[in-house]
T-cell receptor, first 114, second 112 residues
Framework: ETGVTQSPTHLIKTRGQQVTLRCSSQ?????VSWYQQALGQGPQFIFQ???????GRGNFPPRFSGLQFPNYSSELNVNALELDDSALYLC?????????????FGPGTRLTVT | KNQVEQSPQSLIILEGKNCTLQ??????????LRWYKQDTGRGPVSLTI?????NTKSNGRYTATLDADTKQSSLHITASQLSDSASYIC???????????FGPGTRLSVLP
């Protein structure tokens, strides 16, 4: 176990709704990254938060947004859900925003949009 | 366009055998390359991280190589075990820091 936890484990939403996913980073880690992994594909980078600020973003629309709190836990919010948003959402924490540092992944949240 | 390709898409081997997985990338400028193991329904677990100046790194039965000139990497697994059955994902990070480019993974099945 990496010490990174995510909630909920599974979630079912209807198209057009909004969803919030949560991630608790490993103790001492100040950087959290979020990824979307469609079935049978590799993860796609959504964004990274470092010390409560967005520190990089992948090719995702603005309806994907996030927050990082003073304790370095994080939320991923997705508005106006679409069927293609169905995926495994992974968060990863790291002791530094520098990319040569290790990332530790949580178990993921499986989101199904119907 | 930054891309990471992996081959083969899937692989079946017998327990105890060795295998090699391939990764080709076009990410530039390059910062580092990582190999992850992902069990079904779980988050990826890091196996190796290699920077530009490193051309080989080992982690137990896993050995990764990197040729930054040809932009190729390989992951060699020796004496495979049933628990090695998983997806193996190659990730390349660009030198601007925040562009993590994941490959599609190779699905490895180890049979008794």
């Amino acid at each position: 176990e990496t010490g990174v936890t995510q909630s909920p484990t599974h979630l079912i939403k209807t198209r057009g709704q909004q969803v919030t996913l949560r991630c608790s980073s490993q103790s001492g880690h100040n950087t959290v990254s979020w990824y979307q992994q469609a079935l049978g594909q590799g993860p796609q980078f959504i964004f990274q938060y470092y010390r409560e600020e967005e520190n990089g973003r992948g090719n995702f629309p603005p309806r994907f947004s996030g927050l990082q709190f003073p304790n370095y836990s994080s939320e991923l919010n997705v508005n106006a859900l679409e069927l293609d948003d169905s995926a495994l959402y992974l968060c990863a924490s790291s002791p530094s925003e520098r990319t040569t540092y290790e990332q530790y992944f949580g178990p993921g949240t499986r989101l199904t949009v119907t | 366009k930054n891309q990471v390709e992996q081959s083969p898409q899937s692989l079946i081997i017998l327990e105890g055998k060795n295998c090699t997985l391939q990764c080709n990338y076009t990410v530039s400028p390059f910062s580092n390359l990582r190999w992850y193991k992902q069990d079904t329904g779980r988050g990826p677990v890091s196996l190796t991280i290699m920077t530009f100046s490193e051309n080989t790194k080992s982690n137990g039965r896993y050995t990764a190589t990197l040729d930054a000139d040809t932009k190729q990497s390989s992951l060699h697994i020796t004496a495979s075990q049933l628990s090695d059955s998983a997806s193996y994902i190659c990730v390349v990070i660009d030198n601007y820091g925040q562009n993590f480019v994941f490959g599609p993974g190779t699905r490895l099945s180890v049979l008794p």
